[in-house]
Nanobody, 123 residues
Framework: QVHLVESGGGLVQAGDSLRLSCAVSGRTYSTYAMGWFRQAPGKERDFVAAISWSGVNTRYADSVKGRFTISRDNAENTVYLQMNSLKPEDTAVYYC????????????????WGQGTQVTVSS
């Protein structure tokens, strides 16, 4: 079993930065691909970013490319999402996910999920 706990969310102004963290417990964390998704009220859960188990490969949604950076520290069992130049449309609950099958962009490719952390960006 893998347990994920997100932190780092909050209320910020447009243009500010936040860094989300996802602490992972459980065996074989370093072999999982990790992803970040977000869900705004009344909308589906959307892909934000993903990173391979080695940390070498990353991918991003077009809406965050150039502003967000995903990284992982396998020694600390933690994955990060650095969010810069935040916009009001980035407001959502952000979820961390772990997957065995690869660093995909759909929710179905991930096996474990955290409870989410709220990010609110005011204009």
């Amino acid at each position: 079993q893998v347990h994920l706990v997100e932190s780092g969310g909050g209320l910020v102004q447009a243009g500010d930065s936040l860094r989300l963290s996802c602490a992972v417990s459980g065996r074989t964390y370093s072999t999982y691909a990790m992803g970040w998704f977000r869900q705004a009220p009344g909308k589906e859960r959307d892909f934000v970013a993903a990173i391979s188990w080695s940390g070498v490969n990353t991918r991003y949604a077009d809406s965050v490319k150039g502003r967000f950076t995903i990284s992982r520290d396998n020694a600390e069992n933690t994955v990060y999402l650095q969010m810069n130049s935040l916009k009001p449309e980035d407001t959502a609950v952000y979820y961390c996910a772990a997957g065995e099958s690869g660093w995909g962009i759909t929710i179905y490719e991930y096996d474990y999920w955290g409870q989410g952390t709220q990010v609110t960006v005011s204009s």
